[in-house]
């Protein structure tokens, strides 16, 4: 386990909440970003969002005023891909699901079919089809395995909280009677396939986040440094109500910047 926080080499970093909000970047976020890249520090910017690409969210970072590259972006889609390509190679499944999802299955190599798929995996969409949702009962009643990229039940907008993959998840899970393994946060399994793809060790890694129930427990199960900032949905009142604590808590990521150097000042002519 990640002693203390000089003992981390590699961040793993929730997004919404400690780097932007609301699309706009977060106190400190951008340098710190770009600490960690004067340094050579590895890191991921891990979202349980399984809509976007990494190319779509760089992209949207990009237009908060931070500078993030694909490669260091880690989705619930990804790491769902990652772990059905390590139990079923070159498997087939059926997706209720957007672009970062069936993107990142046809890149494990993984073949989209509603015939007697390997796997039903069901992710974030903006229009779940009930249509959709009976084939996946059926396929899951015919003997198809039920994932699910991640449990937040529901989700922002403008106008007020949208259902998301959990709530979809749980009406499938009540027609089938099947219970579906979920990858995303909390399940550790989403910081583990993030820590094989940047080489890490739970010993040296850090775990940025800001929600006690996903960030903070996956973190801790996973063996990793936690820091909860305050810059999301957590305050002090929250955290009391766990049987379990971050390493850290910090009011934002601006408290994990390096101090200035002192300029030294030599002797006078």
Known sequence: MAGTRADVDCWLTDMDGVLVHENQAIRGAAELIQQWTDQGKPFLVLTNNSIFTPRDLAARLRASGLSVPEESIWTSALATADFLASQIPGGSAFVIGEAGLTTALHEAGYI?????????????????????????????GAGARFIVTNPDATGPSNEGPLPATGAVAALIERATGKTPYVVGKPNPMMFRSAMNRIGAHSENTAMIGDRMDTDVVAGIEAGLHTI????????????????????????????????EPVPTVGPED
Request: hydrophobic share 45%; charged share 30%; no cysteine.
């Open 228 to 259: 909860l900032v305050m810059t999301g949905i957590s305050d002090r009142a929250e955290i009391d109500r766990y049987p379990f604590r971050p390493d850290e808590v910090l009011a934002s990521v601006a408290d994990l910047l390096d101090p």
């Open 112 to 140: 989209l079919t509603d015939t007697a798929p390997d796997y039903v995996v069901v992710g974030e969409t903006r229009n779940y089809s009930f249509e959709a949702i009976t084939k996946a009962i059926r396929l899951i």
